[in-house]
């Protein structure tokens, strides 16, 4: 069943964008005219047309349709089916409505390809984190369901010129399944989450490092 979503028009965009019916935390901020403004304005300043960008952590796709606005070609990583799907709508506008494209891979970006449980937060609809074992104490009201997990060096080739990671703790483990994308793009312009309490496979120093 896909999700209940609203269309709203948000004014950084300048295009009609689905957002999460209930969310509590980017659907309102879009609706209100943007989300996430510091990183949005990072990430526009390196990009110009034709650039190749990844978006690692895509939810509904806020940066994959500001990429493709701005004429680069995206790679977009969502793993959830119901936000992937919102996803693929978003960015079909924007590419109806820019020169850029985007493909979406319903994917988590990981070291290894296989599959794994995902928490669902029930009223931050952008806390959607990939489990090791144990649900974490802040998620206990959380939904859960199984996804599939791919190395990006799996399902993209050549350089990049820019990355968005916010894989909210799995940061990481996403560096890990892209060295070869990394060693084929050495100006590569990095936007990452560094987010210690919920990071998964290192120390939050190795992360940094």
Known sequence: MSAATRTVRPRELGIDFEVLAGDAIIGPA????????HETALMLAHLRPG???LDLGANIGWFSTVAVLAGCEVHAFEPVPDIAEVCERNVARAMASGKGRCTVHRVAAGA?????????DPRNFGDNRVLDN???ADMREAR??????????ELVDGAFDFAKIDTQGSEWLALQGMRATLARSPRLALLMEFWPYALRGARPEELLQ
Do not use: K, N
Request: hydrophobic fraction near 50%.
């Open 134 to 136: 144990a649900t974490p």
């Open 51 to 53: 650039m190749r960008v």
């Open 30 to 37: 879009i609706e209100r005219g943007s989300w996430a403004d």
């Open 112 to 120: 290894v390809r296989g599959r794994a449980r995902i928490a669902l």
């Open 144 to 153: 859960e369901l199984e996804i599939e997990l791919a190395p990006v060096d």
